[in-house]
C-alpha cells in the first residue's frame, strides 16, 4: 500500500520543537521531507540537552525521523541559487523563523510564488500581526500568552505551565491541518498559498472552553469549579474537570508521587463507587443520592472515594472501577509510559535504531490510517542526503564536491 502523503515533496526550514513536530508528522503520513540545515552546526537542537557526548540529541532525534537532511549556506549566492531549484521543485515550504527572516534572505511570498506558483508557503510564528508580532515567542511564552497557565494550578498557588508542549507542538499540529487543507485546494485550485499559525492563537483554541467560562461568569459562580469565591475572571481549579461531570485525582497505595488515579462522578456511577467503597447506603441517601445534592460537598465526596483509593494501588482501583463503568484514569509517570507493554504493541512508543547513538525510544504517530500504515525511521544526521538531494536536481559529484569546498553545503 502507498502512503498518504506520497508524492508531496516538503522542504523543511524549521528548527527546535514547533516546525519539527508538524514536519515529522507529514513525514510519517510518507511526505519526501528535506530538513535544510546550515552547514556545521544544523538545528540548533542538534546539540541542545546531550545526554551523549558528540551525538545528536534526543531533543533533536525524537523531533526529526523520517527526513532527509540537506546543509545549506543560505548567505550564499549559490546557497540562494540552490534553494530556488529546491523550491521549484517541492509542494510545501515550512518556516518558523521570526518575523521576516526569510524575506531578508531575499525570499518573500511572492519571489516564492512567482518561483513555483503550486506552492504552499506555510509558517508558524509567535503571534499574529498587530501589537505583539515582532516578540519573541516559547513555549511557556505562549501558554502564559494564550489562556492556559492563568487557568493552570491551584486556587491559592501560581500560575502553572502544564507538561504538555502545547505551545509547541500544539501549534504544529494546527499547522499540518492548515497544510493539508491548502493541499486539498490546491487539487481544484492549481495554486498554492500561504499558511499562517501563530502560536498564541492555537494554545487559546486549546483553552476555549476556559473562554467560554469566561463569559458564563457573567451569570455568576461556576457551580461546576471548586473554588469557593469567584472574580471576573476564571479562577485555577487545581484538579476539577470543569465539564459537565466532576472529577478528581484522588491517592492511591503505596503512597508514591505518581500513585493517584483520576476518578469522574457520573450520575450512573454513584451507586457503584458508594459500593465499592462500602458505603452503600449514600445511594440512596438524599443529601447524596443526586448530582445536585453532591454538588456543594463534591470535595467530602472525593475524600471518601479517597479514603478507599488509598488502600490499593491505582492499577487494583483502575480494575474495579472499569468493571462497574465508572470512568478512572491512573496517572502515569514517564517512566511507566515508555515501560508500557501495551503502548509499544500499538506503536505509541516505539523503539528506533540510530548510526550514532544506537536505539532510543520515541513517541509513535497517534493518526492510524487503514490504507497507509506509518513507519517510523530515525533522524538524519547533518547532511546525510546532500549528494542524494542535489543528485535529484542533476548536480553531478564534481559539482557537489565544488559546492563543499566553496562552503556552500
Known amino acids: 500500500m502507498g502512503k498518504a502523503l506520497e508524492g508531496i ?8 520543537q514547533s516546525g519539527p513536530s508538524a514536519t515529522q508528522m507529514l513525514a510519517w503520513l510518507g ?7 546550515a552547514p556545521g ?14 551525538v545528536d540529541s534526543l531533543y533533536f532525534t525524537m523531533l526529526n525521523g523520517n527526513k532527509r537532511s540537506i546543509t545549506l549556506n543560505m548567505k550564499s549566492e549559490q546557497g540562494k541559487k540552490l534553494f530556488g531549484e529546491l523550491v521549484s521543485q517541492v509542494d510545501v515550504l515550512v518556516e518558523n523563523f521570526g518575523p521576516g527572516v526569510v524575506d531578508r534572505f531575499g525570499f518573500s511570498w511572492e519571489r516564492l510564488a512567482e518561483l513555483n506558483p503550486r506552492l504552499v508557503y506555510a509558517s508558524i510564528k509567535g503571534f499574529g500581526p498587530g501589537r505583539y508580532a515582532d516578540f519573541k515567542a516559547y513555549e511557556v511564552i505562549a501558554q ?3 489562556g492556559a497557565m492563568s487557568t493552570t494550578g491551584f486556587e491559592e498557588g501560581p500560575p502553572t ?4 508542549q502545547i505551545g509547541d507542538s500544539g501549534t504544529g499540529m494546527h499547522l499540518v491541518a492548515g497544510i493539508l487543507a491548502a493541499l486539498y485546494q490546491r487539487t481544484h485550485s ?3 498559498q500561504r ?10 483554541n486549546l483553552c476555549r472552553v476556559k473562554l467560554r467560562d469566561q463569559q458564563r461568569l457573567a451569570h455568576g459562580g461556576l457551580t461546576e469549579y471548586p473554588n469557593e469565591n469567584f472574580g471576573d475572571e476564571v479562577p485555577r481549579s487545581g484538579n476539577a474537570s470543569g465539564g459537565g461531570q466532576p472529577g478528581w485525582a484522588v491517592r492511591c497505595a503505596p503512597g508514591g508521587p505518581n500513585d493517584y488515579i483520576y476518578v469522574i462522578i457520573q450520575p450512573v456511577g454513584w451507586k457503584p463507587i458508594t459500593e465499592l467503597i462500602g458505603r452503600p447506603e449514600l445511594a440512596e441517601d438524599p443529601e447524596w443520592a443526586t448530582p445536585e445534592a453532591r454538588l456543594s460537598k463534591l470535595d467530602k465526596a472525593f475524600a471518601l472515594i479517597e479514603d478507599w483509593t488509598s488502600r490499593h494501588t491505582k492499577w487494583e482501583v483502575m480494575e474495579r472501577l472499569n468493571a462497574r463503568n465508572v470512568p478512572c484514569g491512573p496517572i502515569l509517570s514517564t517512566r511507566e509510559l515508555a515501560e508500557d507493554e501495551t503502548l509499544a504493541e500499538l506503536g505509541t512508543v516505539v523503539e528506533v535504531p540510530h548510526p550514532e547513538r544506537g536505539s532510543y525510544k520515541t513517541v509513535g504517530c497517534p493518526l492510524k490510517l487503514s490504507d497507509s500504515p506509518v513507519e517510523i525511521g530515525r533522524s538524519p544526521l547533518l547532511g546525510e542526503h546532500n549528494g542524494e538531494i542535489l543528485g535529484e536536481l542533476g548536480y553531478r559529484a564534481d559539482q557537489l564536491d565544488e559546492l563543499r569546498a566553496a562552503g556552500v553545503i
Not at 499558511?195 to 492563537?201: H, N, S, Y
Request: aromatic share 0%.
Open 41 to 54: 552546526r544544523g538545528d540548533i537542537t542538534r546539540g541542545q540537552l546531550r545526554d551523549l557526548p558528540g
Open 195 to 204: 499558511v499562517q499559525v501563530a502560536m498564541q492563537d492555537a494554545v487559546l
Open 161 to 164: 505551565a502544564t507538561g504538555a
Open 9 to 16: 515533496r516538503v522542504l523543511d526550514m524549521t528548527h527546535v
Open 144 to 146: 502564559a500568552m494564550g
Open 31 to 37: 511526505a519526501d521531507v528535506i530538513k535544510l540545515e
Open 190 to 192: 492549481g495554486r498554492g
